[in-house]
């Protein structure tokens, strides 16, 4: 039988250190929405989610008083929009039509945000494609809760070059479109390497088309958790600490697929994964850096980053995949400037530079996260950034990601402020060097060779 | 029979359990345990109950029970038993 003090650890977990279900994401396929007349198109679209999604955030919140467990948010993901629009949508004013149609089915369901306005490009473009993603600065500036995902290579196809010069044009000019809201359609815009089908996680969470038809992804997180647990093994060797986080991330994964379970049932839509990532929030207390720090850096950013980061990601997917049989998304731990206090105190004291930040993306979950850099950097330099980070992901198999934010109209020592769970960011200097001849050099570069590992 | 954890945290005062026992009794809610400590100076308490009898959604019992909390200046959480069994046993 239960005890009190398993019930008081679980409370405390939850009370003081911010132990959250981060989403329950509804992924729903289009597919089968699919019309050559773009009206009736968004008429299938905004029916087939408000059908399925319309009791996501009501069961939601049942579960979270069930268990007295927040469910901070719920969210949809949905079959890549270029896949969707492609037969009905023949300029670029069609597919911001179907953006505000997305927009208007998540509104009505009250999830906050609705993801898969995207394109999965990472070989080449089709016409249906590059519309998209043309139309994506419009459909952020115009749409409130939809985000925006594209894939642009994989460890399979290599990098498309042409869509990451393309990319590195449109999230400046999706700056330029937002720029009277500190550039928010920045924030709703990810670039991916190798992206995964089931991730629950906004901004890049897309309904992938080897999905079933809909299905409920879980996303868990608890900084706080793992942080607190690990003040106790101050100064114990690698192997406590690797133990402490093992178990903390198994107990939180616990949660996670209990509530996945419930919710699924409920909505009588079958259970996908769960996403065991420690995802920060601007919240005191629910920070990646502190974990960090804890492990024993000044700041992060210090030499022994990377492998401090290295050995918490490993250890939070090692009790995480013991703790729940369908592990998946992005599971591991998400490294955000701005959505993360730690991490900003670490760019204002001067310890962690966007360089630093790539290298750690190489032993992370995801990629460039939520940085804000000047306004003036060129779509050029963005289109480089994308490169550098993409080639990590194919080299190293893994999902890697950009979601910077060229902050228009203000420069390095500026601070930018988005509010809510996305935070605010000191703007982080880019290296000015020009990549200009690299990037407009136009094709692929090939997949890379599988063997000769070294 | 899915049980469900009643835990109240709070400064220790009189009449606590009797007020807490009280509301569980006029909703026919079965107390199978108690268990309780004084953790510095801090009433901290967990029942497990059946609550299989009560006419109530499992929302508004959680609202009522975390009311009279608030009126005798204590915190009361009521949860089920899944949460913690997911977390704490394999």
Redesign the interface.
């Known amino acids: 039988m239960i005890n009190i003090f398993e019930v008081n650890e679980t409370n405390k977990m939850i009370e003081q250190e911010n132990l959250d279900v981060r989403t329950i994401t509804l992924g729903i396929s289009l597919l089968d929405c699919i019309d050559s007349d773009v009206d009736k198109l968004c008429d299938k679209v905004y029916n087939k989610i408000t059908t399925l999604a319309k009791d996501l955030v009501s069961t939601g919140e049942e579960i979270e008083k069930k268990y007295g467990i927040p469910i901070v948010n719920k969210r949809i993901s949905i079959t890549p929009a270029a896949i969707v629009g492609g037969a009905a949508c023949k300029t670029e004013k069609d597919f911001v039509k179907l953006a505000k149609t997305l927009d208007k089915a998540a509104k009505k369901v009250g999830v906050n945000f609705l993801g898969g306005y995207s394109a999965l490009v990472s070989k080449g473009m089709t016409a249906a494609d590059e519309l998209l993603i043309r139309s994506i600065p419009e459909a952020l500036s115009v749409t409130e809760r939809v985000c925006s995902s594209i894939n642009v290579g994989s460890t399979k196809t290599g990098l498309n070059m042409d869509a990451v010069k393309l990319m590195g044009e449109m999230v400046l000019k999706t700056a330029e479109y937002t720029k009277e809201d500190d550039c928010l359609g920045c924030a709703k815009l990810v670039v991916f390497c190798n992206a995964p089908d089931d991730n629950p996680f906004m901004a890049g969470a897309f309904h992938g088309v080897t999905e079933a038809d809909a299905i409920i992804n879980v996303g868990v997180s608890g900084p706080g958790v793992v942080k607190t647990a690990l003040e106790k093994v101050r100064g114990e060797n690698f192997e406590v600490l690797c133990e402490t986080i093992k178990k903390t991330a198994f107990k939180v994964t616990r949660v996670g697929q209990l509530v996945a379970k419930e919710a699924s049932e409920k909505l009588g839509i079958p259970f996908g994964i769960i996403d065991l990532s420690l995802a920060p929030t601007p919240a005191v207390g629910d920070s990646v850096a502190d974990i960090l720090k804890e492990i024993g850096l000044e700041h992060p950013g210090a030499p022994g980053t990377t492998a401090a980061l290295a050995l918490l990601n490993d250890q939070v997917k090692k009790g995480g995949v013991m703790a729940s049989s369908y592990v998946g998304g992005l599971s591991g731990a998400f490294i955000p400037v701005s959505e993360d206090q730690g991490m900003i105190d670490a760019v204002n004291a001067g310890a962690l530079t966007i360089e630093k930040l790539e290298a750690m993306t190489c032993v992370c979950s995801v990629g460039l996260d939520m940085i804000a850099i000047p306004g003036d950097t060129s779509a050029d330099t963005i289109a480089g950034i994308i490169a550098d980070e993409s080639a990590i992901g194919m080299i190293n198999q893994k999902t890697t990601a950009v979601r910077v934010i060229p902050v228009i109209g203000k420069g390095v020592g500026e601070t930018v402020e988005f509010g809510g769970l996305l935070g605010y960011a000191p703007i982080m200097p880019v290296n000015s060097f020009s990549c200009e001849q690299f990037v407009n050099r136009g094709g692929r570069i090939p997949a890379p060779i599988h063997s000769f590992k070294n | 029979m899915k049980k469900t ?1 009643i ?1 109240v ?1 709070g400064k220790d005062t009189v009449g606590i359990i009797a007020k807490v026992c009280t509301y569980l009794a006029e909703n026919k809610v079965n107390i199978l ?1 108690i ?1 309780q ?1 004084i953790v510095q100076g801090f009433f ?1 308490m ?1 029942m ?1 109950v059946d609550a299989g009898k009560i006419d109530k959604s ?2 508004q019992f ?1 609202d009522e029970i975390r009311a009279i909390g608030e009126d005798i200046g204590v915190q009361i ?12 046993r394999i």
């Open positions: 954890i835990t945290v345990d268990s400590t901290n967990m497990i499992f929302g959680s959480r009521v949860q089920q038993e899944d949460i913690f069994n997911s977390m704490h």
